[in-house]
Each structure stands twice: as C-alpha cells, then as structure tokens.
C-alpha cells in the first residue's frame, strides 16, 4: 500500500514509479516533484507536483495537455485508454454513449481540438469523485468551447491536476469524509427551491422552511442542543463541558439568491455540523461552547434588505423593516406569523458581545483568486462594503412610431445612461465595483416609449471613504441624467454596510491551522458581503474561504467545489478549533 510515509522515503526513481499514472504520460513531473520530499501532507505534494507544471515551458505544459486522451475518442475506440482514462471515462458512462451523445462528443472533440490544438480534458469524476453524468460532461464541454484560449489552457491544467488529485486519492486510499458528507447535504437541500428551475431559496418560503427543518435535523444528530429562533435562525449548541464557559460562533445564511449556486452560505453551516458530529461520535468537548448558526436570510431576495439572521443576532435588528412587503404585498411580519416565528421575541435574539469568543464564517471564495493561484484555502483580510440603492425613474410613455427621438422623455434610455456611468465611475479603482444588477421596464410594450424604469445599484469597495465617494458622483450623475432628459427620479437606499475588518489574532489562528495542513497562508478580500461584517459589530471575526471552480463564478447555478476542497477546509477548522482555548 502506497502511503505518504513510503512517498517520503523511497528513492527518487521508486518515488517517480509510485505515482506513475497519476499524470497521464508524464513522468517528468514527478520526477521535478522528487527532490522538494519530504511532503508534510496530502495538500503539501498536490502543491509541490502543481507547482512543477506551474514552472515548467509553456511547451511542456502543452505536451502534458496533448498527452491526454479525448472523451469517448479515438483512443477509447481502439482500447487505448491507460486504466485509470478506461476506469474515469466508465464511471461517468462515457462507454455507454447514445448514438447521438457519440455524435455531439466526437463533433465536440473536433471543433475542440480545431479550436485549441489539445483535447478537452475534464476531471469526468467531478466534484464529489463519484462520477459526472454524460449531459453534464456535454454540457460543460460546450460551454468551454467558447473560452478564450489562455483562459481555457488554464482550464485545462486545472482539470488535470484535478485528476491527478483523484488518482492520489486512489493511490493513497483517501476518501474525504467530512468533505463527502458536506457535498451530499449541499445536494440534498440544493434541490428544495421555490422554483420550477433551479436553487431559489428566499426567506420564509416552503422551501426555506423546509431547509430549516433539515439543518436543525442535522444539528441534532450531530449532538447539538437546536432551536429555530424568532427570525428563522436555525442554532445549534455544542456546549463545553464548563458551563460558564465563553460561546465561539460559526454559520453562514441557508437562503439563496435567485437561481443560485448550492454552497454559498450553506458550505459555512454545514461543515461545522459536520465536525461537531465527528466531535460528537468521539466524544470530544471544545473548552468552549460552541455554536452554529444557519442564519436565515442575507441576501435580501424577498424582502430586499439584507442580514436579516444576523442583524437580529447581534441585536441591529430595525423592526420598521417588519412592515416591509414582498412581491406579492406580504408583509414580513406576516411572513414570519405565517410560519410560525413570534416577531415580538426578536430582540430576544440578541448575543451579549462579553459571552462570545469570536465569529468564524467558512464561505466559497465566489471569486476566481484562488482557483487561479491553485490554491484550496484562502484566509480574509477584510470585507468589502456594500452600498445598494433601488431607483425608480419616471418618464413619459408615448407612441413609438409618432414622437420625434428629440420630444421624448424615455425612462430608459436614461436608465441606460445611469448602466453605463456606473460601470465607467467603478472602473479602474481598486477593490471599487459597481453593478446594476436589476433593470426593468415595468409593463412595457414594444411600440410604447418607456415611461418608467426601475433599477438597482450595488457598489462596493474595501474602503469606506471609496465606496461613499464613487456613491456620491454616481448620485449627482443620476440626477444630471435625469434633468437633462427631463425623467423624475425616485431611490431608496436599501443596505449601507461598512467595510469590516479581520481580526488579526483570529486570522493567525486561522492561517496557522491552514499551514499545519501543508497549505502556504494567502490572505484576500472579500468583495462579497457575508454575515461576519454583521457579526463584527459585536465580536471578534475570521473568514476561511475554499476555492471555487468553474472560473470562480457564483450566484449562478455553475457554483462548484470539490470535496476534496471541503475536506482539507474540515480539516483546517477543526484544527483551528482545537488550537484555541477557553479564552481564545
Ligand atoms: O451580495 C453579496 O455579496 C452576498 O452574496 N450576499
Ligand atoms: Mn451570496
Ligand atoms: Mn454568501
């Protein structure tokens, strides 16, 4: 049985024909791997044998490509796969294609192939190991046709190493657990959505509630004292054996936004769940208690205002917001009443900043900066903050065929006007974005000048003073748009949330675990909210983010990570865990 142990000690020739295979017909990355041994772990040699193809020509890395075999190609034809291709391309059936799936893939091969000069290479296997289907295989096969072809190299490599990351496994007889059983669960809740087509989960729908009920079914197997609080919050405990002792809270939010990916937010709920299960099994106590929070809402679908959960968690709560009405004039207290949580115990909610040790939020990067820099964890430094606006504009609507382009007064187009100064104002400023991410012309009909649109505005940047600045210009161009166009302008300021910073000694804490996994500390930003800016207003906070694939795109049902990933952010949290004492 191959170990790391026997990795570590074997001479350099038996180390290269140990890992024979796990780089389909290059050997000459292990060989360049041989001499950075001894490996302190499993992540540690991933790196060192990335790292070779990182460093080696471009042309080397182009022969690694080209060593591969197609999907379903000429080489599986023939019977010329190697036996790990044989065995990867038959569990994802690509033996068993369909006459027209056979067709799709060997047109793709060759429009491929035409395109980039190598085979699409795709880890067949996919996030969990278990196996892609052939629809998600073609599917993904299609989408990267359209890649550029740095970005698509990039792709590529990544894939390979990928696969070369489910071979070790093999070799070494590593199945993640903690990782698997996140994914599963991710799985399991990813297909309750409030709609028809993919993962819609909005406050206090059937499918949040739902969600909810799972999460806390979880907890209490995991050995967790649970409740569902006044917001939706679903918490659980996992009390310390001294019972004065401080409380150290994890979490992240359970709702989505629409048509979103399956691990923002729910990848931070359930891999403490899953640790204090195997704490729970062990019988093993933390000196402090500890406690996971399903926060209930953060992304403002419903009910357009955000941090909900952890608002009422960290007693910010504003219960004018109770009032507020949903699409369909719901009002949230309604909402709530109508799922049975009690609006008046909200206050009730609050933490007490002297009984907590900290907050730690594990998140999806929902970034492409460590998947680029082919790392897995990443620790955060600080968290962007946010500024968003709703916008009504009012025009004139008038006949399209009749008014001159110089009599009209289109909502529109000034709202076309208002995209594009966003973009432009946000543009080429550090850590600055800007998004409009809603755009509607309500009503409207295509011989019918606009008279009114709507839109949103979302800007966002590390420092406050950047932030509140580019907000400022783009306030006093909107309203220049509009009196030169002659357009009423309505907006509302629906979230302001300040930039929170890291705490230094928890972020050490956190990257220390990180390198005792064999993974070299990287600290980013966040660009994207999360509930620990909420959180550090009344406590100590700390972000380990995991890399997200396909590009780093979230909010998108395209959202992925490996298990793998989960496993080695399992592994660095409990150790963070078990590094801290009772005063942290
Ligand atoms: O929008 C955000 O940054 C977060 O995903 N709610
Ligand atoms: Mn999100
Ligand atoms: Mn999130």
């Known amino acids: 049985m191959t170990t790391l142990s026997s990795l570590n000690t074997l001479d350099a020739a038996g180390f290269v024909a140990a890992l024979n295979g796990i780089y389909e017909h290059s050997p000459w990355i292990a060989q360049r ?126 894939q390979v190493h990928r696969i070369a990351e489910i071979r070790l496994n093999a070799l070494l007889g590593v199945t993640p657990s903690i990782g698997a059983q996140v994914m599963d669960w991710a799985e399991i809740i990813g297909a309750w959505s409030d709609a028809d087509e993919g993962l819609t989960c909005a ?47 994890t979490g992240s939010h359970y709702d989505t936004v629409r048509n979103g990916g399956k691990y923002d937010g729910r990848l931070g709920i359930l891999l403490p769940v899953a640790i204090v299960r195997a704490l729970h099994l062990r019988g093993e106590r933390l000196p402090y208690h500890l406690e996971v929070v399903g926060f209930a809402e953060e992304e403002g679908v419903r009910f357009r205002s955000t941090f909900l959960g952890s608002s009422a968690v960290t007693g910010q709560f504003d219960l004018d917001r109770l009032d507020t009405q949903d699409a369909d004039g719901v009002s949230m207290r309604q909402a709530l009443l109508e799922t049975g949580h ?8 609050a933490r007490r900043p002297e009984d907590l040790l900290g907050f730690v939020e594990v998140h999806i990067e ?77 009503a409207g009909s295509v011989n019918v000048i606009p008279g009114a649109c709507k839109l949103s505005l979302d800007i966002r940047a590390a420092d406050d003073a950047v932030r509140l600045a580019a907000v400022d210009d783009i306030l006093a161009g909107i309203s220049a748009i509009c ?49 620990a800016m909420q959180m550090a207003q009344i406590t100590d906070v700390a972000m380990l983010f995991t890399r997200c694939g396909n590009g ?27 590094s801290l004492s009772a005063g942290a």
């Open 483 to 531: 009196a030169r166009r002659g357009i009423d302008e309505k907006l509302w300021k629906i979230v302001e949330a300040e930039a929170a910073p890291c705490s230094p000694r928890l972020m050490d804490a956190l990257g220390a675990a990180v390198e005792r996994a064999g993974v070299p500390r990287f600290d980013l930003l966040s660009g994207a909210g999360h509930d």
């Open 342 to 349: 009690h609006p008046a115990a909200i206050p009730s909610i």
């Open 366 to 442: 929902q970034g492409p900066v460590l998947l680029e820099r082919g790392l897995p964890l990443g620790v955060v430094t600080a968290i962007a903050g946010s500024s968003r606006y709703l916008v009504e504009l009012r025009g004139v609507a008038s006949h399209a065929g009749t008014t001159p382009m110089g009599m009209r007064r289109d909502a529109a187009a000034a709202a076309a006007e208002i995209v594009l100064l966003v973009e432009s104002r946000c543009s080429g400023v550090p850590s600055l974005v800007g998004t409009v991410g809603q755009l509607e012309v309500p």
């Open 33 to 158: 791997a041989a001499s950075a041994r001894p490996f302190a772990s499993l992540a540690a040699l991933k790196l060192a044998l990335q790292d070779v193809v990182d460093t080696a020509s471009e042309d080397e890395r182009l022969g690694l490509l080209r060593a591969h075999p197609e999907l379903a190609g000429k080489a599986a034809i023939a019977g010329e796969l190697t036996a790990e291709s044989t065995g990867e391309q038959a569990a994802s059936g690509l033996n068993l294609c369909s006459a027209e799936e056979y067709a799709t893939l060997q047109r793709l091969n060759a429009e491929y192939n035409d395109r980039f000069g190598f085979p699409f290479i795709l880890a067949v296997k996919g996030p969990t190991g278990r196996g892609l289907t052939r629809t998600a295989i073609i599917d993904t096969f299609a989408r990267r046709l359209k890649n550029g072809r740095a970005d698509e190299m990039a792709e590529a490599l990544r």
């Open 203 to 249: 406050y206090l729908t059937p499918a949040h509630c739902r969600t909810a009920a799972q999460i806390e079914a979880w907890m209490m197997d995991a050995g967790m004292q649970t409740h569902i609080d006044a917001v939706g919050n679903v918490v659980g405990r996992y009390a310390a054996t001294d019972p004065n002792a401080k409380t150290l809270m």
């Open 552 to 578: 780093g795109i979230s909010h998108n049902p395209l959202e992925t990570m490996t298990a793998d990933d989960a496993e080695l952010a399992g592994q660095v949290l409990l150790d963070f865990l078990r």
